[in-house]
């Protein structure tokens, strides 16, 4: 067992060091060079990563939920809370849809879906 979690502690470690690259913004303050990873990404993770491990906290422990469905719905409502915040950031900021932070929602997504098979 502690293995598995040793094992999660190296991927946190690894993801956290290679999302807190950074962005760097050009010499035009409207126009941002966005790297695939950044401080962005890494708070698109960390927050799709605390959606879904409280939604499984709260859904298995407060609720006669199984462990399965738990997961399932937390996760999927992780997900589904990560599209729409990118459709709205579209519609609202005239932004294009961002499928890099798409990638990093479902990165902590897996990473709370690690945690909690353990």
Not at 4 to 23: E, S
Not at 67 to 74: C, H, V
Not at 84 to 102: I, V
Request: one cysteine or more; proline letters at 1%.
């Amino acid at each position: 067992m502690q293995k598995n979690y040793c094992l999660l502690i190296i991927i946190y470690i690894v993801l956290t060091a290679a999302l807190l690259n950074g962005q760097s913004a050009d010499t035009d303050s409207t126009i941002t060079k966005h790297k695939i990873i950044s401080y962005d990404k890494l708070q698109h993770a960390a927050v799709s990563c605390l959606i879904t491990l409280s939604g499984q906290y709260i859904l298995e422990d407060k609720t006669e939920i199984s462990k399965d469905d738990a997961l399932y719905y937390s996760a999927s409502s992780a997900a589904t809370i990560g599209l729409a915040k990118e459709l709205s950031d579209k519609k609202t900021r005239a932004q294009p849809f961002d499928w890099g932070d798409m990638l990093a929602n479902f990165i902590g997504i897996g990473f709370a879906i690690l945690i909690i098979s353990n």
